[in-house]
């Protein structure tokens, strides 16, 4: 049995401060030491930089030091922070409240695909095993008075060690912290706390916030008397899928061969998503805000593109084969696919991507209005890429096997990533075949736009949800694909030549609400032409014949 000698209770704050510090942030401590150098003022610097952190944390736990208080806050911090730990050593992720509302937002599919022998072993050596030797360790508190002189006097000492080694390496750490705004992102268990707040206020004055409606003057142009058949307009939101690898946008592996051969495909080269992670890019493409001017919690009380469509008097589906749509169709009809449990299709709670496609050609044969259908795709979501695809697309070898992608070699992980864009690839050419084989009874087009990209080792970091600021352009560099029918460009005066010419012209997610308002003909107060990426080459038809406006 432990016999551990009781201990004051600022023994213990400087204890867990010290753990806390070297042990929840050898991340922070590496990325440190790559920044600094290793001469005299950058051993300096580093040692300043550490006392200082220490000592906030210690400020923080004496305030926090009382009986039936502060053990289960260090357990809490300690279980936590071996988490965050793991995620940000094996991932490369940095915590903001993004990044809490991306882990927040999740679903069980997602996390199941986290989990790994790795981060057990993370949870029971940072996590269970201090908290069971703080639960073994008795404390000696004093009487509640000189407690209190204590924690001044503990927080005076650490307040003047800041301000000292501060004032002393003051050149140095302005530096460091005005040129390295990602280290505040890497404090553990800081980042989280704070991000945790930060959410938690979004929540708040997002429940506070009256609903807003937007675009309540839309209406169809009266141009759509002139056609003679329904319309289908798919808009797909892929997943993950950052530009840089996509073959149709020049990259030197073929992982779209079917997409290429698509007569009429658009590809634009130039695309930026409006933030690094689903639940921010889903909710602000299809928000009238940009990203610029996007807030989280406004744009849960917020009207979107959607909800004007379906005013206009268009039908609207959104067709969901991954984690929600986050707000964005809650006031349309909405087909969740994702836990089907079609034999061919979907196994281990999880639905390929072709399961979106499923009964497609029996709607169509079926349609009486003109619709929107949003097919929400599971994609390239990582890390576990090679559950992605079916075995019969692993055409790049060898593929890491795991969701531990730092045991993994970048080749492998590539290769597995790959495969997920050759499977999508396989999706978008099925379902544009689709279309174009309706095209004699319905005008049919498809709009393709990735939600955000990914990041597979680059400066050593993984996945995606990377602070737009700090994040690489694998991250933010999105795919996006256009296809019309030819019946379709006629009836909406679509200029295809002219977009091809077009295509290599600098776009983001802000331009799909206007671009969608646009394609469909919807008046609007909100429509605002200039980030409608289809208003220089939309024509109108005269004597059978497409001319520029």
Wanted: proline fraction near 3%.
């Amino acid at each position: 049995m432990l016999n551990i000698k009781p201990l004051r209770p600022e023994w213990v704050t400087l204890i867990a401060s010290a753990f806390l510090l070297l042990g929840c942030n050898f991340v922070l401590w590496q990325h440190l030491f790559s920044i600094t150098d290793s001469d005299t003022r950058g051993i300096a610097m580093r040692v300043a930089f550490g006392v200082m952190i220490f000592c906030a944390f210690n400020i923080v736990l004496t305030l926090l030091a009382f009986r039936r208080v502060l053990k289960p806050v260090l357990v809490l911090l300690f279980m936590v922070s071996a988490g965050v730990a793991y995620f940000m050593s094996q991932y490369g992720v940095l915590i903001d409240a993004g990044m809490f509302r991306n882990f927040a937002e999740t679903n069980a599919t997602e996390v199941q695909g986290l989990l790994s022998l790795k981060l057990l072993g993370y949870i029971l050596f940072l996590g269970v095993l201090p908290s069971w030797l703080l639960f073994k360790t008795p404390i000696n508190y004093r009487r509640w008075h000189r407690e209190l002189l204590s924690k001044l006097l503990v927080s005076v000492i650490c307040a003047a060690a800041i301000g000292g080694v501060a004032l002393a390496n003051y050149q140095g750490l302005a530096s460091l912290f005005r040129n390295h705004h990602e280290l505040r992102l890497m404090i553990v268990p800081s980042n989280y706390v704070g991000a945790s707040i930060g959410y938690l206020r979004e929540q708040v004055v997002s429940a506070r916030q009256p609903f807003v409606k937007i675009g309540e003057d839309a209406q169809r142009n009266p141009t759509w008397q002139g056609h003679a058949r329904k319309s289908l307009t798919v808009l797909v939101v892929g997943e993950s899928a950052r530009a840089e690898n996509f073959g149709v946008l020049g990259y030197e592996r073929d992982t779209t061969p079917k997409l290429s051969q698509e007569n009429g495909l658009i590809a634009f080269t130039d695309v930026s998503s409006c933030g690094t992670e689903t639940a921010v890019s889903v909710p602000c493409m299809f928000s009238n805000m940009g990203r610029k001017n996007y807030d989280a919690s406004k744009a849960k009380n917020e009207e979107g593109l959607l909800d004007v469509l379906k005013r206009a008097g268009l039908e609207v589906i959104w067709r969901d084969n991954q984690s929600g749509c986050k707000g964005t169709c809650d006031r349309v009809t909405l087909d969740d696919v994702s836990n089907l449990k079609d034999p061919a299709l979907c196994a281990n709670s999880e639905c390929r991507d072709e399961i979106l496609l499923q009964g497609l050609q029996h709607f169509i044969d079926t349609l009486d209005k003109d619709t929107v259908l949003v097919l929400h795709q599971m994609g390239s979501h990582g890390p576990e890429y090679f559950k992605r695809y079916p075995k019969e697309y692993e055409r790049f070898t060898p593929v890491c096997q795991s969701n531990a992608l730092n045991n993994c070699s970048r080749e492998s992980i590539v290769n597995g990533y790959d495969n997920t864009l050759l499977y999508t690839d396989h999706v978008l050419s099925t379902l544009i075949d689709l279309l174009r084989s309706n095209q004699d009874k319905v005008d049919t087009a498809m709009l393709y736009l990735s939600d955000h990209g990914e990041s597979l080792g680059e400066y050593n970091l993984f996945l995606h949800g990377t602070p737009y600021m700090l994040a690489p352009s694998q991250q933010k560099h999105v795919a996006m694909l256009a296809w019309f029918s030819d019946s379709y460009q006629k009836a909406f005066s679509v200029d295809t030549h002219c977009l091809q010419l077009s295509r290599e012209k600098p776009l983001s997610q802000d331009n799909l609400f206007h671009s969608m308002l646009g394609l469909l003909e919807v008046d609007s107060q909100v429509y605002k032409p200039d980030l409608d990426l289809f208003a220089g080459c939309r024509g109108s038809v005269v004597d059978g014949v497409l001319a520029r406006q």
